[in-house]
């Protein structure tokens, strides 16, 4: 329907190993999948987004990969820092904007 | 240049009282939005304006109306406040069209508990 899945819901990873979290969508018309990182009690920040007109975005340590034929995105963190850890959330849009339930990322030191 | 800015922080009502949400951006971005968060649930879109005097219904309306006063502020009422509107509550602004391809600017948010 029109609901975006996040998976997993709760990701715990070792400092300096990667992290992935997976959305996966149903509505083909989307076409704008933005990623919001929320840190405990502050408000959702934008960290990258990309357009589906490209397969993949790189920002330093962050990445997105898309794939329209499979309807699903992924946000990348390599090289992950303690300050990395917050909850994680997708968005995709069309004529709405729908996001997922978020990813909580632990950062083990 | 403060961004989006909401007040008031932190609210406790008892049920069937009413209060407005305030936000205000100085971005000069034509669109804005509601939303409420709850826990496992993500942001929901409770309404979006496209911009000044016009409103529309996001995915969870219900309960709530809106005011886009002018192209900085966008209020949000509770006329008679229920349990299950207990929540955070983010207003976001954005450039150009509503629900475009552009990045949504948050608030702080505000925390409010229904008794």
């Known amino acids: 329907g029109e609901n975006v899945e996040q998976h997993p819901s709760t990701l715990s990873v070792q400092e300096g190993d990667s992290a992935v979290i997976k959305c996966t969508y149903s509505d083909s018309a989307s076409n704008y999948f933005p990623w919001y990182k929320q840190e405990l009690g502050k408000r959702p920040q934008l960290i990258i987004d990309?357009?589906?007109?490209?397969g993949e975005k790189k920002d330093q340590r962050i990445a997105v990969t898309l794939n329209k034929t499979a309807k699903h995105f992924s946000l990348h963190i390599t090289e992950t820092q303690p300050e990395d850890s917050a909850v994680y959330f997708c968005a995709r849009r069309d004529d709405k904007i729908i996001f997922g339930k978020g990813t909580r990322l632990h950062i083990l030191p | 240049n403060a961004g989006v800015t909401q007040t008031p922080k932190f609210q406790v009502l008892k049920t069937g009282q009413s209060m407005t949400l305030q936000c205000a951006q100085d971005?000069?971005?034509?669109?804005m939005y509601w939303y409420r968060q709850d826990p496992g649930m993500g942001l929901r879109l409770i309404y979006y304006?496209?911009?000044?005097?016009?409103?529309d219904k996001g995915e969870v309306p219900n309960g709530y109306n809106v005011s886009r006063l002018n192209k900085r502020e966008f209020s949000l009422r509770l006329e008679s406040a229920a349990p299950s509107q207990t929540s955070v509550y983010f207003c976001?602004?954005?450039?150009?069209?509503?629900?475009?391809?552009?990045?949504?600017?948050f608030g702080d948010g505000t925390r409010l508990s229904i008794l």
């Open positions: 304006s496209a911009s000044e005097g016009t409103t």
């Open positions: 971005m000069n971005h034509n669109s």
């Open positions: 990309i357009r589906s007109n490209v």
């Open positions: 976001a602004s954005s450039e150009g069209a509503a629900l475009s391809n552009q990045p949504q600017h």
